[in-house]
């Protein structure tokens, strides 16, 4: 008999645009996970509202981000692919975990720290209670592993011993997920500051996928480097270099050491070129394939249909056993 697949679950908030930090990061990885692991990719336009949005550019951006997982090589066939919020057992289950997390627990959540300093106007209960919507967006499918970047790793664990408290009040309900940071996962700096992660609301020290090749050029060819000339990794005495030799190897499957070899005695002048060259090309299918979907409103629509479809089946099982067990009276 097959051996059942593990279940993963991940999601990208539709707040920005995608960048090459994620497709790296994140989107790559997801690829390479999808025939081994039964997978839901997920567009968390909820998640996205806890700080403020242009209603036009969120809905925009989250038919976008559709569109470029498609076109990154995420089948609609192979994957559950969806919008958070067409599938409504999200809230509905937010609520329930809700109260089975701890203030002080939400208090201690790094992120919130960081985004209430950022967001100091607009310190909403949304913000506050979003890693509770985080783990129902993960606990409604069972997942087991959910691969996510270090900065999320405090989430997935509050969302297990949220998990894991609910089955000692009820009996067994939930699997207990793992955070999957993936070997593999290239972790991208920022092109203008190489000791902060690439970020969306960046748009200089990030490239984005839809970037243009002029605009990818512009923004390799202004990478701050350091004031020496030699390609080498050492991500501690030269966080810039070390960062584009990283994108440089992901972009083109070359090792750290061909790559250093290559570029011996060229200096900065040659390489940072050379490094845009290979993003230009990595991205030129991914650009113009999402273009082409995008042209295609009703293909789209089709696959998150489906998916909202496919993944609010598996969501309803979960929901009726918890509704089930805190007590309420069966429709
Ligand atoms: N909080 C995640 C982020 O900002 C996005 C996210 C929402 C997520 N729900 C998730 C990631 C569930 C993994 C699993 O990156």
């Not at 090749?213 to 480097?225: E, Q, Y």
């Not at 020496?228 to 584009?244: C, H, I, M, W, Y």
């Amino acid at each position: 008999m097959e051996e059942k697949k593990k279940r993963i679950f991940s999601g990208i908030q539709p707040s920005g645009d995608l960048t090459l930090g994620s497709y790296m990061g994140a989107i790559k990885n997801w690829v390479a996970l999808q025939d081994e692991y039964d997978c839901l990719y997920c567009i968390v336009d909820m998640h996205a509202i806890t700080v403020r949005q242009v209603p036009a550019d969120l809905r925009k951006r989250s038919l976008e981000q559709l569109a470029q997982y498609i076109a990154c090589g995420l089948d609609p066939d192979k994957n559950i692919m969806f919008i958070q919020s067409h599938v409504p057992q999200h809230a509905e289950l937010s609520w329930v975990l809700g109260c089975y997390t701890q203030f002080g627990e939400l208090s201690r959540m790094t992120q919130f720290k960081d985004k209430s300093q950022k967001h100091a106007d607009n310190i909403t209960a949304g913000l506050f209670t979003y890693p509770v919507l985080m783990a129902a967006d993960i606990l409604l499918y069972q997942a087991d592993l959910v691969p996510v970047g270090q900065d999320q790793k405090q989430h997935v664990e509050l969302c297990r011993d949220i998990a894991q408290r609910f089955n000692g009040v009820y009996s067994d309900t939930f699997t207990l997920p793992e955070p999957f940071i993936p070997k593999m996962g290239a972790r991208i700096m920022s092109l203008g500051d190489p000791s902060s992660k690439m970020s969306k609301s960046d748009p200089e020290g990030c490239v984005y996928l839809m970037d243009s090749p002029d605009a990818v050029a512009r923004k390799f060819k202004r990478a701050v480097t350091d004031c020496e000339t030699a390609v080498r990794f050492d991500p501690e005495q030269k966080p810039g270099v070390s960062n584009l030799l990283t994108i440089y190897c992901a972009a083109t499957g070359k090792t750290l050491a061909e790559t250093e070899s290559a570029f011996a005695g060229q200096g900065y002048g040659v390489f940072k070129p050379a490094v845009g060259d290979a993003v230009i090309e990595l991205l030129r299918p991914i650009r113009e394939e999402a273009t082409r979907l995008l042209g295609d409103k009703a293909y789209l629509e089709s696959v998150y249909r489906a998916g909202a479809e496919r993944a609010a089946r598996l969501a309803e099982k979960t929901l009726r056993k918890v509704y089930k067990k805190v007590g309420f009276v069966a429709k």
